[in-house]
């Protein structure tokens, strides 16, 4: 079973939110696979056995940041992984025992047929005495076990499935990793309209500051105006005089 691949990860924000996308992603995958797995279908249990595994990872190396639903998830998910471990090994072992079986069977027969020889018909005494003839009842019981084995520990998977749904074992994570998701997009708000007030004060300081500046510079301006006037007119009163012109009065 191929991993869904996790959206939006990036390595500059904190581990927890980067955790809670995920646990997201995985507690999906598992849920999704329930209602086939449930059904009996074999592929979705091996699939679903998978899942719990990555979820119970996940949980093991990142669970502290989402409390105590988190702890009890990883537990569960473990004891989920148990028990559709021990169907895969049924669903393993059964058709290699009836295999081996069969194969048996098929060397027996071709023993007793080369036995028999030219005979018209065939001696069921001969069958009684194949070589394998001790082993078969063996392979019989053990397949007969794994079989009900394996619908015993069926029943358990679902007995298992019914208890996390009454108590709420997914639904407590799934609200455990959205709260911790919701509380990184308000803390992201909060950060960047904090930055966007700051940059707002920073550049309203830059222009009450450029305002002072150039208030100073128009005052300083000013007041080289009235020094140059000032000089002009004593350089006028001093040429006057040096000529005896008397200034002139106005009329």
Known sequence: ???????????????????????????DELLALAPRALDGKTKAQHDMRIAAKRLRYVLEVTGFAFGRSADT??????????????????????????????????????????????????????AAQARHRTAYRGLDVLAVYLEARRDLLSDRFAAFWR??????????????VDGHLRRAREARRTAKAAERARREAEAAD??????????????????????????????????????????????
């Open 163 to 176: 208890r996390q749904e009454e108590t709420g074992t997914w639904p407590r994570l799934q609200r455990a």
């Open 1 to 27: 079973m191929k991993a869904r691949p996790i959206k939006k990860l990036d390595p500059t924000r904190p581990l927890g939110e980067n955790a809670a996308r995920i646990i997201q992603v995985r507690l």
């Open 73 to 126: 998830a990883r537990r569960r998910a473990r004891d989920l992984q148990d028990i559709l471990g021990e169907i895969h090994d049924c669903d393993v072992m059964l058709p290699r025992v009836r295999g081996h079986l069969q194969e048996l069977q098929q060397a027996d027969a071709k023993g007793v047929r080369e036995k028999a020889g030219h005979a018209p018909d065939l001696d069921p005494r001969l």
């Open 206 to 251: 830059r222009a009450a500051r450029q305002a002072e500046a150039q208030a100073e510079q128009a005052r300083l301006d000013r007041e080289r105006a009235n020094q140059q006037a000032e000089r002009h007119e004593e350089r006028r009163e001093q040429v006057q005089r040096r000529t005896g012109a008397a200034p002139r009065r106005p009329s």
